[in-house]
């Protein structure tokens, strides 16, 4: 794992990043295939450590790190989202895809979509990877980076 820093960065001293700490900030995860999410350039994003907004090995790469300061970490296959797992790959009935969306819903190979999750509380999303004749979908619920591995870049703009 490499960290580099951005020394013409302006990094204020004394307010660094902590576990519980809610952040603005810009980063990009990139994996072999590109960019997955990048805001640089963009809107910069807000988060509060220890929620489950990024995995909990990014979020560990964020502690200590001090408000403007820009870094890169390269973290080995597997290392960030896990490997992948073969079943995460599953077959979804277009009963049960009726049941939890619009009957005239059309899936496509390649699209992400949102499923709620049995509390209702959060959801979780799957890649469509093949559709049948039947209707029923083959999703792939791992994440895209997973067994992979990634770049992580960030901004730290503001803690507190």
């Known amino acids: ?31 072999p295939t590109g960019d997955i999410v990048n805001t640089f350039g963009g809107q910069p994003s807000t988060l509060t450590l220890g929620m489950g907004e990024l995995a909990p090995a990014l979020e560990a790469k964020l502690i200590g790190l001090a408000e403007g300061e820009r870094a890169r970490f390269d973290l080995p296959a597997g ?15 277009r009963k049960l895809l009726d049941a939890q969306g619009d009957p005239a819903e059309t899936y496509a190979v390649g699209e992400v979509v949102e499923f ?42 503001g803690v507190l």
Do not use: C, K
Request: glycine share 8%; proline share 7%.
């Open 1 to 31: 794992m490499t960290h580099t820093s951005d020394p013409a960065s302006s990094v204020t001293e004394g307010v660094r990043v902590q576990a519980g700490a809610f952040l603005t900030l810009h980063y990009r995860l990139s994996g």
């Open 79 to 93: 290392a960030a989202f896990s490997e992948r797992n073969p079943q995460l790959v599953q077959w979804v009935a």
């Open 116 to 157: 709620p999750t049995p509390d209702r509380e959060g959801s979780y999303a799957g890649a469509v990877v093949q559709v049948r004749d039947d209707g029923a979908v083959l999703f792939d619920f791992n994440h895209p980076l997973a067994g992979q591995p990634v770049t992580f870049e960030v901004e730290i703009i």
